[in-house]
């Protein structure tokens, strides 16, 4: 896959507004560093949206080797569930990589602001998606983000160019999505660290390294 060079010690932060891809792409990345035989924390953060977690693919994660860091399950979705007692060590003291699911609006962000001040190294990156109504124009799309990292108390350091259509997804819009990020990525002043695309789709050589997704996630009426 070739992955963006970071401080494995460093625990990795995806956000992303909702619909993005960035649970998706959260496990796709744990997946493929637990198979490259690193030692993987999934920290579950999200407790936005209900219906897409992370936690939800708990056994077949663990079965990897990826750790879990997620809510009780009884109170995962109520309004205010409690930020695990092992998200601090996890994000302070990672071992091996640590990677957090993190909420994708300003309101799901602020749950890691009180972690800020003792994070003195990570990566915070935000999955892009154009195919979705509040993240299709860049100006918007940049707007929201630094919303989100601003309720975080955290500063972005790249984007995921995470453009989908689901199953009809196709390398033309991989593609159009790719330029879509750039020109996010160029209005906030990062890089475009990866592109995440369905296993199906083939996509030409490009400069950023490609994870290839196997989709996990279902609506909750599939």
Not at 46 to 60: E, G, I, L, M, T
Request: charged fraction near 20%; hydrophobic fraction near 50%; proline fraction near 9%.
């Amino acid at each position: 896959m070739g992955m963006p060079e970071f401080e494995s010690r460093s625990p990795l932060i995806i956000t992303g507004a909702f619909g993005s891809g960035k649970t998706e792409c959260a496990m796709g990345l744990a997946a493929e560093w637990a198979r490259e035989g690193e030692w993987v924390t999934l920290v579950d953060l999200d407790f936005v949206n209900p219906y897409f977690r992370a936690q939800d693919h708990r056994a077949a994660l663990e079965g990897l080797g990826v750790e879990i860091i997620a809510p009780e399950t009884r109170v995962a979705a109520i309004d205010a569930p409690s930020v695990p007692p092992a998200t601090r060590s996890a994000l302070l003291h990672p071992r091996g990589r640590t990677i957090v699911d993190l909420g994708g609006d300003p309101a799901g962000a602020v749950v890691i602001a009180q972690f800020a001040p003792e994070l003195s190294h990570y990566e915070l990156w935000a999955a892009h998606n154009i195919f979705r109504p509040t993240t299709a124009e860049p100006a918007a799309a940049a707007a929201l983000l630094r919303a989100i990292t601003g309720a975080a108390r955290l500063q972005l350091s790249g984007l995921i160019a995470a453009s989908h259509l689901g199953p009809e997804t196709t390398a033309e819009d991989v593609l159009a999505g790719l330029e879509g990020t750039r020109a996010v990525a160029s209005l906030l002043g990062v890089p475009v660290v990866l592109v995440s695309a369905p296993a199906w789709v083939r996509l030409p050589a490009l400069e950023e390294p490609v994870l290839a997704i196997t989709p996990r996630l279902r609506k909750p009426w599939e």
